[in-house]
């Protein structure tokens, strides 16, 4: 008979200890993580924030800038009807002086919708402002400003979901630490041990999702 074999207190008091061991660790690792996670959190609704405040500020210029562009082409419009006036008139002195005093932008537009002879041909452009050549710098501006507002607004968004995908991963992670503390608390090993390896799938599937994630 070997005097050495374990007996079978000394195997339930080791299997505890491991029990216990492995609790702890999974809890602690769980622990970190969760407060990791939190920070992250935090993070990510600050850029939410931030961006959010950006795209709202881009999206005002751009109104702004549409607006001015209304009222530029407003005066575009009174000064080419002006002209034209003075052209139907035969009062050419006026005309040369107001076509002189065209902004480029009208300039541009109109000397191209002139060269397409709107007086005899039938599918010209009804003035200047239809030509493709006639772009205001603000409408572009307006345009650009549009398209920052829209990227801002989709990167609030993607942040936002970053920040609750992290508060997600807490709750996962406290999960964890709630099966961690309950195995070894069970009368029967076999429950200890399911307990145990649940909250070990469970925290090495956070972990995978987690590392997954943006970091800020």
Sequence with gaps: MNNFAPTSSQRNFRFDRWIEFLSAAVMALAAICTAWCGYQAARWSGVQAVTFIEALAAHQDSIKQA?????????????????????????????????????????????????SEPESNPDAPSSPFSMPEYVLEQNEEAANLDKFADEMFAGATQANQTADNYVLLTVIFATVLFFGGISGKFKSRTVDLVVLIVAFLLFATGLVVMLSFPVY
Excluded: G, I, M
């Design 67 to 115: 607006n001015q562009a209304v009222l530029t082409q407003s005066r575009h419009v009174l000064l080419f009807v002006e002209w034209a006036s003075a052209e139907s008139l035969d009062n050419q002195v006026q005309a040369n002086f107001l076509y002189a005093r065209f902004p480029p932008e009208l300039k541009r537009a109109a000397e191209a919708w002139l060269k």
